[in-house]
C-alpha cells in the first residue's frame, strides 16, 4: 500500500545518507532494447539542502543490523524503528523515478540483518529483477557485504555497475575499537577478488569475448575522518594504495558526524575543512600527477588546514619555481597553485599558435592571485608579485581554520581519545 | 546590409556559406526568432517577430539545403572539432554572426592551431558561446522532470536560456527507449518528440511525492549548506522541479 511505502522509504533513505560512496558516476552500458543506458560521465539530478548532489535512489534495504558499530546510526544497540523493502518495492520505485528522470540509478546498501550471504542474496536479487524483468539498463551500485561469498558476488558483479565496501578507518586497531564484529583483512580479500575479476574480463581471453559486463564502474570505498585520532597521512597512504594495488576507482572521505554518544568517539566532529584537504590531496594524487611521497614529504601526520596540499607542495619547493607557461611540459604546469587541469589544457592550445602575454591568462581560467607568485609568461612576471617566502604562506592560506564552521576545534587532533597510540601500522596488502 | 534567417541549423549553415563565399563587409545578421528570450539581457537578443516588411538595406536569405551540407561534411572532413562548437553557438542564440563566419573560416582554413587559442578573440567568442549552450544541456539532462500524461506519453517541461530541447532528444531517446515522450520548451513554445495533444491535466502522480519523501529524507541535516545548493542549483529552475517547487 502506498501510505506504508512512503513511511519505508523516509526510514531507509535517511538511513542510507551517510554513506557518501555514492557520487554520480559513469559506466559502460548499452540500452540494447531495455530501458534506459548508462553514459561515461555521471549526470546530476537534483541538490540537496546539504549541498550534494543527487544522483542515485541511495536507500538501504533493511536498516535492521546485528552489528554494533559505534559510528553508525544503526547500530544494533539504538533504539530506532527497523523495517525492510522488497525487492519488487525496490524495482517499482527505482523504474518510476528512472522513467521521471529523478535519478540515474540505484544504490542499494543494507544493514547486516542475517548471514551476510543471506542479506548479499537480497541486494543481488533486487539488481537481478531490474535487470531481468524490468529490462533496467541504468545504473546500479551495490555494497559488497563484507563476509559474503565469491560465487554471490560474482553474479552481483555481473548485474551491477559499481560494488563498495566501505573500509571506515584505516587500520585494524581503529577498526577493532569501533566496529569489532567487522573484519577489515576481510574486506580488503573481497576487493581484491572484485579486481582480480575485472582485471581477468578486460584481459583478452584466447576464446571469444564473455558478452555480459563486470562490474563496469569498478570499486570505491569510504573512510571516516575524525571518528580516531588516525591521522590524514594514513588515510591517504591507505587511499593510495587502494587506487595502486586495488585500482579502486574512488575513495571518499566522509566527516565524522556524532549521532549517538559513545565514549569512545569524539563529541564533535572533525573541521569539515580537513575532509576538503583530504579531497584536494585525493583529486593531486589521481588528476595532477602528484605521488604520495610528494603529499606526505612534510612528515606532518595531518594536513595543513590553512593552506591547500598544492600550495604547501610548492611552498616547501622554491627551487622549481618560477615556471615560464610559453614552453613548460603540462606536467610542470600542473604543479602551479592556481592552475587546474583545464586551464593548463587551455594554456597549452593557446601557445601552439600564440605568444602569451600576463592578460591572456584570466580568459585562460587562470587566477593570478594564486599562480602570480609562481610564473613567468615570456620572461615576465605579472607585476605587484614581488613576495617573500616567508610571506606566501599567510598570502596564499583559504583563511582561518577558526571559520570551518560552527564550533570546531582548532587542530584535528584536539579531538584524538587520550588513550589512543600515536601510530597504527595501516591495512597492509598488496 | 541586413541579413535575416530563419531559426533553423539549415539556414544558419546555408548563411555562413554565403557570408564566407561572398567576403562583403558591413553586414549585420538577424536571426527571426518568434519568441521572446528569456535571458537577462532581452533588449540584446530581442523578440523578432517575423516581418514581412523590409527596410531597403533588409534582405532574406533562405536555406540551401546542398550549400548547407557540403559545408557540414566539409567541417565534419577538415575540421570535425568544429562542427558541434558552431551548431552549439547557434543554439546559443548570442548575436555573434561575425565570429562565427571567421571561426568557421578559420576551422576550414586548416589553421587548426588558432582553431584551439583562447587567447584569440575570435575563436573565444565562439568557444565561449559553445561551452554555456554545451553546460546547460548537461545541467537539463539531470533537471528535466517527467510525468505521466493521461494518453501515456511522460512529458517534461522547461524554460531554458537557449535554444536546446532538439539537442536533448538523443538523450532522452535512449533512456525511454519505446516508450513515448515529449519535451516542452514553453519560453519558445518548441515541443521534441511526441506531439503536444489537447488533453485534461495530469493525474495525480503517487511516484512525484514518494520523490520528495526521498528527497527530504536523503540530506544530511548536520551538513545544511544552502549556498552551495543554490550555484548548482539557481531558483530559476525549481519551478519545475518537484522537490523544491513548493518553496520557488
Known amino acids: 500500500m502506498p501510505m506504508e ?210 562490474l563496469p564502474a569498478g570499486q ?61 590531496a585525493d583529486w593531486l594524487l589521481r588528476f595532477y600527477g602528484f605521488g604520495i611521497e610528494d603529499i606526505l614529504e612534510s612528515k606532518e601526520s595531518h594536513l595543513d588546514l590553512d593552506i591547500d596540499p598544492k600550495v604547501a607542495w610548492a611552498i616547501r619547493h622554491p627551487e622549481f619555481f618560477p615556471v615560464e607557461l610559453q614552453n613548460a611540459e603540462y606536467e610542470r604546469i600542473l604543479r602551479i597553485p592556481g592552475i587546474g587541469v583545464v586551464g593548463a589544457r587551455r594554456l597549452v592550445s593557446a601557445r601552439r599558435s600564440s605568444r602569451l602575454r600576463v592578460e591572456h591568462l584570466k580568459t585562460l581560467g587562470i587566477s593570478l592571485k594564486r599562480a602570480g607568485y609562481f610564473i613567468t609568461v615570456n620572461g615576465r612576471r605579472p607585476s605587484d608579485v614581488r613576495v617573500r617566502q616567508d610571506d606566501l604562506r599567510s598570502v596564499l592560506s583559504d583563511g582561518s581554520s577558526t571559520d570551518a564552521g560552527p564550533s570546531f576545534p582548532r587542530s584535528p587532533t584536539d579531538q584524538a581519545p587520550s588513550r589512543k597510540p600515536s601510530f597504527q601500522p595501516e591495512f597492509i596488502f598488496d | 546590409m541586413v541579413i535575416r534567417y530563419s531559426p533553423d541549423p539549415e539556414s544558419y549553415f546555408s548563411l555562413i556559406d554565403f557570408a564566407m563565399r561572398s567576403n562583403a563587409r558591413d553586414i549585420s545578421y538577424r536571426c527571426e526568432r518568434p519568441w521572446a528570450s528569456r535571458t537577462a539581457q532581452p533588449e540584446l537578443f530581442g523578440c523578432m517577430e517575423p516581418n514581412p516588411l523590409y527596410a531597403a538595406d533588409e534582405v532574406r536569405l533562405y536555406a540551401s539545403p546542398d550549400r548547407a551540407l557540403e559545408l557540414r561534411s566539409d567541417l565534419a572532413r577538415l575540421a570535425p572539432f568544429s562542427e558541434q562548437d558552431l551548431l552549439f553557438a547557434f543554439l546559443s542564440e548570442l548575436p555573434i554572426e561575425p565570429a562565427i563566419i571567421e571561426y568557421s573560416r578559420i576551422a576550414l582554413s586548416g589553421d587548426i592551431e588558432r582553431a584551439h587559442d583562447e587567447t584569440d578573440d575570435i575563436v573565444r567568442t565562439v568557444l565561449t558561446a559553445a561551452r554555456r549552450v554545451s553546460k546547460e544541456i548537461h545541467a537539463f539532462q539531470g533537471l528535466l522532470r517527467f510525468a505521466e500524461t493521461r494518453s501515456g506519453v511522460f512529458e517534461a517541461i522547461f524554460e531554458p536560456d537557449a535554444d536546446v530541447v532538439f539537442a536533448l532528444f538523443p538523450f532522452f531517446k535512449a533512456r525511454f527507449g519505446s516508450t513515448r515522450f515529449r519535451i516542452i520548451d514553453i519560453a519558445r513554445s518548441r515541443c521534441a518528440g511526441e506531439p503536444v495533444e489537447q488533453e485534461g491535466p495530469p493525474p495525480p502522480d503517487e511516484w512525484k511525492s514518494l520523490w520528495k519523501v526521498f528527497y527530504d529524507s536523503t540530506e544530511n541535516p548536520s551538513r545544511l549548506n544552502p549556498k552551495v545548493r543554490l550555484q548548482h542549483m539557481p531558483r530559476r529552475y525549481w519551478k519545475y522541479l518537484p522537490e523544491v517547487n513548493d518553496e520557488a
Open chain 1, 5 to 214: 511505502l512512503q513511511d519505508k522509504l523516509a526510514l531507509l533513505a535517511s538511513a542510507a545518507r551517510y554513506d557518501a560512496s555514492c557520487a554520480s558516476s559513469g559506466s559502460k552500458r548499452s540500452s540494447a532494447g531495455g530501458l534506459g543506458a548508462t553514459l561515461p560521465a555521471g549526470v546530476c539530478h537534483s541538490w540537496t539542502g546539504d549541498g550534494r548532489c543527487v544522483s542515485l535512489l541511495k536507500i538501504l534495504y533493511s536498516n535492521a543490523c546485528r552489528l554494533d558499530c559505534a559510528y553508525c546510526a544503526n547500530r544494533s544497540s539504538n533504539d530506532v524503528q527497523r523495517t525492510s523493502f522488497s525487492p519488487e518495492e525496490i524495482a517499482g520505485l527505482t523504474v518510476s523515478f528512472y522513467k521521471r528522470n529523478y535519478i540515474e540509478g540505484l544504490f542499494l546498501s543494507s544493514g547486516i540483518f542475517a548471514d551476510p550471504d543471506i542479506v548479499m542474496a537480497r541486494l543481488v536479487e533486487t539488481a537481478r529483477l531490474l535487470r531481468r524483468d524490468h529490462r533496467f539498463q541504468g545504473y546500479i551500485h551495490l555494497k559488497a557485504i563484507p563476509g559474503c561469498g565469491e560465487r554471490l558476488m560474482r553474479e552481483a558483479a555481473r548485474w551491477a555497475d559499481r560494488l563498495s565496501a566501505n573500509i571506515e578507518l584505516p587500520n585494524a586497531a581503529s577498526l577493532k575499537e569501533l566496529a569489532p564484529q567487522k573484519d577489515g583483512s576481510s574486506i580488503i580479500g573481497s576487493m581484491r577478488f572484485l579486481r582480480d575479476g575485472i582485471l581477468e574480463h578486460e584481459t583478452p581471453p584466447r576464446s571469444a569475448k564473455p558478452a555480459q559486463p563486470f
Open chain 1, 220 to 280: 570505491s570505498t569510504q573512510l571516516i575522518v575524525g571518528a580516531t585520532g588516525d591521522s590524514d597521512s594514513s588515510i591517504l597512504r591507505l587511499a593510495h594504495s587502494f587506487y595502486t594495488k586495488l585500482s579502486l576507482k574512488r575513495v571518499y572521505y566522509s566527516a565524522y558526524v556524532p549521532i549517538s554518544p559513545d565514549s569512545r568517539l569524539p563529541g564533535s566532529a572533525p573541521p569539515l575543512r580537513r575532509e576538503h584537504r583530504l579531497y584536494q
